[in-house]
């Protein structure tokens, strides 16, 4: 059973910085692209970064500059670096695990940023 575990979420500043944490088990890791998802009160589901197994990375424009997704094979775990935070980053971020047609998601840790 795939199962992937996000951590790291809070309350944090404007201008300060978390980290998010997603441990997956149950998959062959190292074969998935990574993503990390956000969804914000009201808004649909949108994404933030990925890093393929190659370790290609994507960023959403709006984040770019300020985060940064990593991944560590050997631990099965998927990291998001969160810096500079805005308001506007407030939401449930999401981890995801994709490979062809197969996807698999976590149930989202709460990133509230305040002004």
Do not use: H
Request: with cysteine; aromatic share 10%.
């Amino acid at each position: 059973q795939v199962q992937l575990v996000e951590s790291g979420g809070g309350l944090v500043q404007a201008g300060g910085s978390l980290r998010l944490s997603c441990a997956a088990s149950g998959l062959t890791f190292g074969s998935y692209v990574m993503g990390w998802y956000r969804q914000a009160p009201g808004k649909e589901r949108g994404l933030v970064a990925t890093i393929s197994s190659g370790l290609n990375t994507y960023y959403a424009d709006s984040v770019k500059g300020r985060f940064t997704i990593s991944r560590d094979n050997a631990k099965n775990t998927v990291y998001l670096q969160m810096n500079s935070l805005k308001p506007e980053d407030t939401a449930v971020y999401y981890c995801a695990a994709k490979r062809g047609a197969m996807d698999y998601w976590g149930k989202g840790t709460l990133v509230t940023v305040s002004s």
